[in-house]
């Protein structure tokens, strides 16, 4: 009879080479260090108080050299501090919860989808299909203009959309930080395919009457990594502004995006795209430093747009009917994943353990000199952060990085219980899934939390963040009402 443990006792074999060759390399230094310390004390002990006495006095000091040395010591040390970039903190954040009157069950749209595509029953089982497979649940909300027969994507309905999103985000926001209005130096808006006259930043200025040298900016057709831009402009704005607070606000306006044609294509937003907003307060001010949640690490970003099929993979277009709407390519999946690939290549070094670096450099040069079709070595990036918020923009997207990243389910689960609790929200996902973490009670003084989203261009964005203090379970917020109900089985399909 073959032995039933073999594969099971080298497996745990090989699992604590791993572990013993990731410690060696991750602590080289205080390996190094502590016995050369030891030494140094044993050294120290072994001559006695008399002796030390006797060898201090031997030394001559010159008042000129002992100046001089302090100086250079002195300036070396103010030059480091000066150069070094300031903190940026995120005190906190608010999410909006849509109301209950805007839900839309599998039910509601697809009899909406039949009233108004009875002409192309096609078109409706297409879409029954895609919901089926989307990963959505049955609670996600679209704004008040949709769920009329026909839509009536009006501008003021899309302005109302954006007042209701926005305001409830910013208003939450105040409450949970004690900002006033006029505190804020610093505004930035996104909102991809939503850009009225006045802008969206202006309609936040007007509302909360901020003051009149604020410094406005309002971001459009960036896709649903803008979330993420926003972040890395307010860091830049916050390096050369001390002692200033910036908001960010993430959303994306539904109402007049919603397409209304038979093109599949086109289709497929229709699907998966949901309300959603977040407004976000960072601070490089030292006194936030105490209640801030998190000091923004890094930010990464890729951008494949000189690719023309890269450029094109997620296009606003007219059909041949003259409807505008969002076309998505099929080559999609795979466009992301050569951006993921760039992203990470960059991202890694500056996150990386030194034990997963040096296995990933030896692989590539064994591939280099040996052998081209030695199977590259796939950081794990898991030695890295404790918490990945991948951008839930459907289901597909989800289990290819956690294919690729090589996650587990507990990783990827922030992801895919917002995509079946909220939808795709565009670029305030990566916010509803911070605030799913936190509600679980799972973030802890010292996580690193991996951000990852994807947009039109194409664009691939990264930011890290390490929690500042451990966060308790909130009381408000999106999550509040149903967060015992997740994680929730999500079956490959639902039957309509």
């Known amino acids: 009879m073959p032995p039933i443990f073999t594969d099971f006792s080298a497996s745990c074999n090989?699992?604590?080479?791993?572990?013993?060759?990731?410690?060696?390399?991750?602590?080289?230094l205080a390996l190094i260090l502590v016995p050369v310390m030891v030494g140094v004390v044993v050294e120290v002990v072994r001559l006695g108080p008399e002796e030390i006495v006797n060898l201090w006095g031997s030394l001559h000091f010159d008042l000129v050299q002992v100046l001089c040395s302090s100086f250079v010591v002195i300036f070396v040390v103010t030059v480091y501090f000066m150069s070094k970039p300031r903190s940026i903190y995120l005190v906190d954040y608010s999410c909006y919860k849509p109301p209950v009157t805007c839900r839309v069950p599998f039910a509601t749209?697809?009899?909406?989808?039949?009233?108004?595509?009875?002409?192309?029953?096609?078109?409706?089982?297409?879409?029954m299909r895609?919901?089926?497979?989307?990963?959505?649940?049955?609670?996600?909300?679209?704004?008040?203009?949709?769920?009329?027969?026909?839509?009536?994507?009006?501008?003021?309905?899309?302005?109302?959309?954006?007042?209701?999103?926005?305001?409830?985000?910013?208003?939450?926001?105040?409450?949970?930080?004690?900002?006033k209005p006029k505190d804020i130096d610093i505004l930035i808006v996104n909102c991809s395919l939503f850009s009225p006259t006045p802008s969206l930043s202006a309609m936040v200025i007007n509302k909360y009457k901020l003051r009149s040298n604020i410094k406005s900016f309002n971001l459009s057709g960036m896709g649903c990594s803008a979330?993420?831009?926003?972040?890395?402009?307010?860091?830049?704005?916050?390096?050369?502004?001390?002692?200033?607070?910036?908001?960010?606000?993430?959303?994306?306006?539904?109402?007049?995006?919603?397409?209304?044609?038979?093109?599949?294509?086109?289709?497929?937003?229709?699907?998966?795209?949901?309300?959603?907003?977040?407004?976000?307060l960072l601070s490089n001010r030292r006194s936030e430093r105490w209640r801030a949640k998190y000091r923004l690490v890094h930010v990464v970003r890729t951008h494949k747009g000189a690719d023309d099929k890269a450029y094109r993979c997620v296009f606003e277009?007219?059909?041949?009917?003259?409807?505008?709407?969002?076309?998505?390519?099929?080559?999609?999946?795979?466009?992301?994943?050569?951006?993921?690939?760039?992203?990470?290549?960059t991202i890694g070094p500056l996150v990386l353990p030194a034990s997963e670096q040096i296995l990933f450099l030896l692989t590539l040069i064994g591939r280099k000199i040996f052998n081209p079709k030695w199977k590259p070595y796939i950081p794990d990036f898991k030695q890295a952060f404790e918490h990945f918020?991948?951008?839930?923009?459907?289901?597909?997207?989800?289990?290819?990085?956690?294919?690729?990243?090589?996650?587990?389910?507990?990783?990827v689960e922030a992801s895919r219980m917002t995509l079946h609790r909220f939808g795709n929200t565009?670029?305030?996902?990566?916010?509803?899934?911070?605030?799913?973490?936190?509600?679980?009670?799972?973030?802890?003084?010292g996580d690193r939390v991996w951000q990852i989203a994807f947009g039109s261009g194409f664009k691939c964005?990264?930011?890290?963040?390490?929690?500042?203090?451990?966060?308790?379970?909130?009381?408000?917020?999106?999550?509040?009402?149903?967060?015992?109900?997740?994680p929730v089985h999500i079956p490959e399909v639902v039957k309509l």
């Open 14 to 28: 090989l699992k604590y080479v791993k572990l013993g060759y990731q410690y060696l390399v991750n602590h080289i």
């Open 109 to 127: 749209f697809m009899e909406h989808s039949r009233l108004n595509l009875r002409n192309n029953p096609k078109s409706v089982e297409f879409q």
């Open 130 to 179: 895609i919901l089926e497979r989307s990963g959505l649940g049955e609670e996600t909300c679209l704004p008040p203009a949709i769920h009329y027969i026909p839509p009536t994507p009006t501008m003021e309905a899309a302005r109302g959309e954006a007042e209701l999103v926005i305001f409830s985000a910013m208003d939450s926001l105040f409450i949970k930080t004690g900002l």
């Open 227 to 280: 979330g993420l831009i926003s972040i890395d402009l307010a860091r830049d704005l916050l390096q050369v502004h001390p002692n200033s607070n910036a908001v960010v606000v993430s959303t994306e306006i539904i109402t007049p995006n919603y397409y209304q044609g038979k093109e599949r294509a086109m289709l497929l937003p229709n699907c998966l795209f949901r309300m959603g907003a977040a407004a976000i």
């Open 317 to 345: 277009e007219e059909d041949k009917e003259g409807n505008v709407g969002i076309s998505l390519s099929k080559d999609l999946m795979a466009i992301a994943g050569d951006a993921l690939k760039s992203n990470i290549t």
């Open 389 to 411: 918020c991948i951008h839930a923009g459907g289901r597909a997207v989800i289990d290819e990085l956690q294919k690729n990243l090589q996650l587990s389910p507990e990783h």
């Open 426 to 445: 565009s670029s305030s996902s990566l916010w509803y899934e911070m605030s799913y973490i936190e509600s679980k009670g799972r973030m802890k003084r």
């Open 461 to 486: 964005n990264s930011a890290v963040w390490k929690c500042n203090r451990t966060i308790k379970t909130p009381t408000d917020g999106p999550w509040a009402d149903c967060i015992e109900r997740y």
